[in-house]
């Protein structure tokens, strides 16, 4: 059976071919300038995903390595200044063995009195180190000067904690070590329902006032503190405040926790207030969940629990030994429950020393009853407690090199000596510091190094499945071409209408 094919098939399959090799020609162009085999979803969508999820490994792979060129800046800031640390101990500890020989005398103590003020001036100005003004020895208050001197006192201002950053999926590495760790002691008691608002803030207090507290299915009330009140006055009355708001003390025992209980939300979970006591109780703003308050930095009082301490992990007391001039005992305060039992031990030691809370209220003094000797506190063997109560050894450098100052200006022998022990300890605790960086910097390298390679290896898998044969593309564009100009020769000759086509 012979089948007639009309001029309109004839036309209509010459331009389907004409299209197609159009069409295959264009994407090959594309390819070609693109150097992309995979330009839309459409043209490779099981390549697409595997595409999309190489591509984000490589974006957070590249924001880690950023992460870590940020920070790598601080640990080596904060090493550099522990090594004017260790340099200046040694110095220290090279003045007091030189005044102890038998040629020494009171002038020469007093000449080695002004460089040890030298020495503690550089120690200070290390201590405050700033990184892009960021203070790295501040704990996470990086905007606040972790140390001040006072008089013959050094104050730490900062906190306990370190910063951390993510260097890896789910993994991460601290990039600061706290003052408290290195330089001097925070004793850093945890918060307790007993609290008294005037001892939060480093002894500063809650300003009196009233804030609202609007919840989120938008609920307001006003909540009024007054001094004299403590933190479970203030918990009790935002409890009571007729809010879907729930107050009580956070998982770190350092701050507030307000949870929103609302069943329709509507909005923020907001504290404001016209004055400073929301911001004092350090509750002010808006969260979409849960408000997890900031640090309160609570005071430590004769009454706070030696439990209580290290923000609830607490202390195991032992013994130390006082040395005041003549006078040198043991003190044991394995015993004391509260800092009072504390202070109470050491001032009935018959050593002629006063013990008290410093300044700060984050950590112990204690200073001679005689104005020309100096009382030096060192721990005993292996124990810590003198060192884990700041009366001196280890992490407490300023009060051993301050000790060490007044003992040379006061000709006080038996100070020296016993400063010797403390300088060693805080070049051991110093050391450890650096230790510490150092482990930390390697392991961030070797984790840049790590991304470094997966990146390159992501890359040259993506590109397997993204990029074209450049090769291979350019012969098939060639041959399309040829196909093309055949497809046109050839419907010119097949197709010539005539006005007898037409009037078949």
Do not use: C, W
Request: net charge negative; proline share 2%.
């Amino acid at each position: 059976m012979v089948m007639r094919v009309t001029n309109q098939l004839m036309q209509s399959n010459a331009l389907q071919n004409i299209f197609r090799i159009t069409e295959d020609i264009f994407e090959a162009q594309n390819q070609l300038t693109s150097l992309k085999r995979v330009n839309k979803p459409s043209d490779d969508p099981a390549a697409v995903r595997n595409i999309l999820g190489l591509r984000t490994t490589i974006d957070q792979g590249e924001q880690y390595i950023r992460n870590i060129d940020f920070n790598t800046l601080m640990i080596s800031s904060a090493d550099t200044a522990l090594n004017t640390a260790d340099i200046n101990l040694i110095r220290a500890n090279e003045l007091a063995i030189n005044q102890l020989n038998a040629t020494s005398t009171g002038q020469t103590r007093e000449f080695a009195a002004e460089e040890l003020d030298q020495i503690i001036e550089q120690v200070l100005v290390a201590s405050n180190t700033q990184v892009k003004n960021q203070y790295i020895f501040s704990g996470t208050k990086t905007r606040t000067q972790p140390f001040t001197l006072s008089g013959s006192e050094i104050s730490y201002h900062g906190n306990t904690e370190s910063i951390l950053i993510e260097v890896s999926r789910g993994a991460t590495t601290r990039i600061s070590v706290p003052g408290s760790e290195t330089f001097g002691t925070d004793l850093n008691p945890r918060l307790t329902t007993a609290t008294p608002l005037s001892d939060l803030n480093a002894g500063t207090g809650v300003a009196s006032g009233t804030f609202t507290i609007t919840d989120r299915e938008g609920n307001s009330s006003n909540v009024n503190v007054t001094g004299g009140m403590d933190l479970n006055d203030v918990i009790n009355a935002i409890n009571s405040a007729g809010v879907n708001v729930t107050a009580s003390i956070n998982s770190d025992q350092n701050g507030l926790l307000l949870s929103d209980t609302s069943s329709l939300i509507t909005g923020a979970l907001e504290i404001s207030d016209t004055g400073n006591t929301a911001s004092d109780l350090g509750i002010l703003g808006r969260r979409d969940g849960d408000f997890n308050g900031e640090d309160l930095d609570p005071s430590m009082s004769t009454n706070t629990a030696v439990s209580d301490l290290i923000g609830g992990d607490g202390l195991t007391l032992g013994t130390i030994n006082i040395v005041n001039s003549a006078a040198s005992g043991v003190v044991t305060l394995s015993s004391a429950n509260t800092i009072n039992d504390v202070i109470n031990a050491i001032n009935g030691s018959g050593l002629n020393v006063t013990a008290s809370i410093n300044s700060q209220g984050n950590g112990l003094m204690v200073t001679s009853n005689d104005p020309t000797t100096v009382a030096v506190v060192t721990d005993i063997g292996t124990g810590t407690t003198a060192e884990d109560l700041g009366l001196g050894g280890g992490r407490n450098v300023f009060t051993t090199l301050i000790n060490l100052r007044d003992a040379l200006r006061a000709d006080d022998q038996p100070g020296i000596i016993a400063s010797l022990v403390n300088l060693d300890s805080s070049l051991d605790k110093i050391n450890e510091g650096r230790a510490d960086l150092g482990a930390v910097l390697r392991r961030m390298e070797d984790t840049d190094q790590i991304h470094q390679e997966d990146i390159v290896d992501q890359a040259d898998q993506m590109s397997d499945l993204e990029d074209t044969d450049f090769t291979a593309t350019a012969s098939r564009l060639v041959q399309l071409e040829t196909a093309f100009q055949a497809t046109l020769d050839t419907t010119a000759r097949i197709i010539q209408p005539s006005l007898l086509n037409f009037l078949s």
